[in-house]
């Protein structure tokens, strides 16, 4: 099971709005077909497994992340392929929440005659999609929140400049960090000030889709988001509160999505809904000040991580700044909090925010 959760993490961001699964099937001779869920629209990682084992399946234990799916989608139940190739026992890591399936494959399992031990080591497989386990029972996406601060809490210098405020390692884990989730965000300031390119640069096989939020249609004409739309799916979501509409331009192929709310924390909310419903189970929000704060303010962001380099600048950007400031006993606090060493010269914080 330990293997087949770190085959599911090797395709993590690769099989959106599926979830990322790892399969093994295991003979009396040992491993004899392993698997992966493929992109959108390809096969789930039991069929792909069982292919690969052939007739030896027949009598052997297949070990599966995820509970097997027993609906028709754009590919058929994988439950029919693990009873018609002669699995005699099945190990579930953990359950399918999806209304579609939640119990229903393993109970159909059993009802074969095929034995089914469930849960091995349950949360380990949790984690790999706890993005689309809050997505699919929500019909909202999964919002994280990372911010790359100064000790001081800065997010850029006093003259604007943020360029490096961690080290490699730190920027690495950031990168990994994009690649897990469908979509990347920024506000408009972020655009316009560090005209990021929200790629995936260290593993180019995926880019996840681009959001930038904004005030209007209006970006400035050179920004790399503009010359490189085609490259990945691209989307400007736009507070305006007149219909809850996406408009394609057929030209830039870029989405613009207007959330048809005037209220920041309605226009969030009605964001992180339009995300779920066109395909985006999970959103990376990496600022800048005001996007991060309105997330957070408007108790969207499912999980936060601030890294911290080792320098001090004394005054600049703070990285969060609400709208109005939260008394100590009724503050924004992380739970489950968890540290991280990311190099010598920087470290990272992770955890769950909740109001008291």
């Not at 969060?320 to 400031?325: E, I, N, V």
């Amino acid at each position: 099971m330990s293997e087949a959760i770190a085959l599911a993490w090797s395709v993590k961001g690769k099989t959106f709005p599926n979830p990322a699964v790892g399969a093994i099937v295991v003979h009396r001779s040992g491993i004899v077909g392993t698997g992966t869920t493929q992109p959108w629209g390809g096969a789930h990682a039991e069929r792909v497994a069982l292919n690969q084992a052939g007739p030896l399946a027949r009598g052997a234990t297949l070990y599966v992340t995820l509970e097997p799916c027993c609906h028709q989608g754009r590919t058929p139940p994988c439950i029919d392929a693990v009873i018609e190739a002669g699995i005699g026992r099945v190990v579930v890591g953990v359950g399918d929440p999806n209304p579609l399936v939640n119990g229903k494959g393993i109970a159909r399992l059993r009802t074969a005659g095929i034995a089914v031990d469930a849960f091995l080591l349950r949360e380990e497989a949790e984690a790999v999609n706890e993005d689309f386990f809050w997505a699919i029972t929500r019909r909202r996406s999964w919002i994280t929140l990372k911010l790359a601060l100064t000790l001081d809490g800065r997010i850029a210098d006093s003259q604007g400049f943020s360029k490096w405020i961690t080290d490699s390692p730190a920027r690495a884990f950031a990168h990994e960090l994009r690649r897990r989730h469908a979509a990347i965000a920024v506000g408009r300031t972020t655009l316009e000030r560090d005209d990021p390119r929200l790629t995936v640069r260290r593993k180019r096989e995926f880019n996840p889709a681009r959001c930038i939020f904004s005030s209007g249609r209006d970006l400035p004409a050179a920004c790399w988001f503009l010359q490189h739309a085609g490259a990945a799916r691209s989307i400007v979501v736009i507070r305006e509160r007149t219909s809850r509409r996406v408009e394609l331009d057929g030209d830039s192929r870029i989405e613009y999505w207007y959330t048809g709310r005037s209220r920041k924390s309605a226009h969030l909310e009605a964001f992180t809904e339009m995300a779920f419903e066109n395909n985006l189970t999970s959103v990376f929000v990496e600022g800048g000040q005001k996007l991060a704060s309105s997330f957070l303010e408007a108790g969207l962001v499912n999980r936060v991580y601030m890294l911290y380099g080792n320098k001090i600048v004394g005054r600049g950007l703070d990285g969060l700044l609400f709208a109005k400031g939260l008394p100590i006993n009724n503050s924004l606090r992380l739970k489950n909090m968890k540290m991280l060493a990311l190099g010598d010269a920087a470290f990272g914080v992770t955890g769950i925010p909740k109001f008291d």
